[in-house]
């Protein structure tokens, strides 16, 4: 017999009243990826996420919770030795390193009016912060190479423990229009040696004024090319959510981008970027569409052109439970 | 505290309501399995399955789907270093490949009205065929010898990502009383060399007519021992069900099957098969019972003489959840 | 959209209704764990815990089930191999077994009436028995040099399959006041020889009187340091509950350990033991509090003098969910 959840948050116990809970959620995609010279062009492409989400409230009103997630994709034929081997993967493969595996690194966290303090793998303050995914482009990210910061400081992990496998601690606070994120984490600062001898601290402020968000981030990092400042602008102009973000990733030099969102219709919008960097070969940028299907499914699709100068794109399903 | 979910499936959405879900369900097994001959001949077999089915329902009424599983066996002693040195293992032993592991792979579908195409770790065309399963004998299967196609193409798999780790692609079918279901997988025909050179198609197409359902498979693999042409007939002859099953399983040859399930009583029932093939040392056959303990809970145990001569049995206790 | 699992268990059918039911249950704590001399004295320390518990009753009213634990635990830095090297963890590390690991033994169970048999990853018969646990100091447990038996027989694992890998058998009974609980399991009884050639059978009784529990346990192991025989005995004295517990260790020798709990408040708790042992270097002690923060909530903390001499403490939340 056949459980089912119901498909409602209506039930969640409202302010005040002490709860505790467990709830799943998620979603799937599917569909098609190309990259343009890969030994096997076009491979499909797919991930499950199943996100749980435990928490129980206190008596004075502060939530402690967990959360988990549990992800499999087989986006990347290159870690399966069968695959590898003459690179033909027509049908996808699944990921050796995720089928049979379970659990991510949890993030724990306590959480009080605008505070909150989470521990393990955490969610990273660059990664948090406004500005640094300005679109989600096509059904599966395409490279995120409009990230201004570009994944150089901590930031949670969907498959392992974050941070090289480590954890973290970070502390967010949110005061009416202003948000502060600040997150602390070690890393291996010297590859291969063994010793977590490197500190990594970050934080960003934020701001929401008349429609528009200023986010400025600062980070003090014993990696070399992990991002020093990065700062961002986003907000509306006419028909168009647009971001302008900017990053200096250390020793690798500056990240910019430039990136929007149109809405087309009642359900379908366009996103495009433009972005470039020091260690760019060339100018990157692509354009996608998202579709609603309605009831949490969607249409997906994008192409891109990478900063290597390959293209690639990808058209799929997504749907969220 | 503990969560509960409700046992019903009335509260799934009806149909053109828009809907997200996951359901959790599957079954636990244990009980005594018997082989003659082997270093310990009785040992507990046990198997838990946890099913995740994760679905979202467009406006238009397609349904975006996902299933896994999470399924922990411990029926085979072989796997366990520690028990395989003198095969001792009078508990049962947990197989070291699944304890510890977590989800099988992904089965992505799209359903609307009777079409439904699956991508990843696919049904399979032979491994659905009506007149395959024509029986599930005892608590454990009991070597499915009596299954024709002998799972010599895709075959949807528990435990890992199915047809070699690699995903495939189906498409099925239902009008009215008939099916037809298409799948297509890579294979590794050349053992040991890494290359996935090997293309699998296959197809079956059934029809249900007055009781009775006819079906008949198609396979066109690069693997020399894969099933070729597969059929079945099964319906009701007074109180039995029957089943008659051939399959030319390449190079391998013929291999037949003649199979029933007989009610005994309200809650009882009793199957019984005869199987033979080109690559069997000898006759298979095999005969168990099956009785409801009301719940979704039974009571099931079987004997078989496998093709190799050894005879084997189980008993034990089944309870869907 | 997510899933609200109901956080009651008055859904739960009641007695003589064949149900079939997977309930989701589980706790979360994060805190500080302090150890003097280690090469990083404190270090984050963090475990989640996702316990399944699935059931079907028969309609004669036998419940048959399973239960399944998802784990993970970062309180661990000598298992991952960048910590290890210099012992620096200052913001506790994932434990590499843990992470991306799934399912742990499952526990198979028939109960009806005071009867309970259970297969494979079972409690143990001495791991069960009253008074072995007659604390749970601070957050983590701080040792556990408080269980008499000092799981020197089989136990349940949370991460493992359960002594050793291998399953068990065990059979419960209770009568009113009466309980006894006999367990038999496989060991590896010669280190390395890779034969399961120990057995291990144990037995307690345990009798509730007038507010006293008694109880006894025996055990017959091949294992030389097993457990032989253990017993305790634990009451109200005015406001406090005390355990006094004993066990004979087998070539090990004696285990002695006193144990109190006693309310300071509504809400807050504080235990603390006294134990000796043959094994010990010198005697170990230690003391902690519990402060319920409501909602299944609460902030723990102890700290401790190992056998070693060494000074352990704790401190942190754990949420019940």
Known sequence: MKKVLFATTALVATAGVAAADVTF?????????????AANETTITSRFR???????????????????????????????????ADGFSPSGTFRGDRVSTG???????????????????????????????PIDLGLTGLGYEYTAYNFRGAAYDSDEGGSAGLGGVEVIYTYGDF???????????????????????????????NGWTFALGLQDSDVDTDTEVTASVSGDIGPANVT????????????????????????????????DADYFDEESYGIDFNHSLGGGTSLRGGIVKYSS??????LGVRFNF
């Open 103 to 133: 659990m991510n690194g949890v993030r724990f966290f306590a959480r009080a009016g605008g505070l909150e303090v989470g521990v393990g793998n955490i969610f990273g303050a660059l990664e948090s912060m406004p500005g640094q995914y």
């Open 25 to 37: 959620g998620g979603y799937g995609r599917f569909g098609l990826y190309y990259q343009e010279d």
């Open 244 to 275: 302008l973000a900017y990053a200096d990733n250390g020793t690798d030099g500056d990240h910019w981008v430039l990136a929007g969102r149109f809405d087309v219709g009642a359900s379908t919008n366009i996103e495009a970027y433009v972005a």
């Open 309 to 314: 100068g390959t293209t690639a794109a990808d």
């Open 50 to 84: 199943l996100q749980i989400d435990a928490t129980a409230e206190s008596d004075a009103g502060v939530t402690f919770g967990a959360r988990v997630r549990m992800q499999q994709d087989n986006d990347d034929p290159i870690d399966t030795g069968d695959v590898a």
């Open 179 to 209: 948000t502060v994120h600040a997150s602390f984490d070690k890393t291996d600062s010297v590859a291969g040696d063994g010793n977590l001898d490197g500190d990594r601290a970050a934080i960003y402020g934020a701001y929401a004024w």
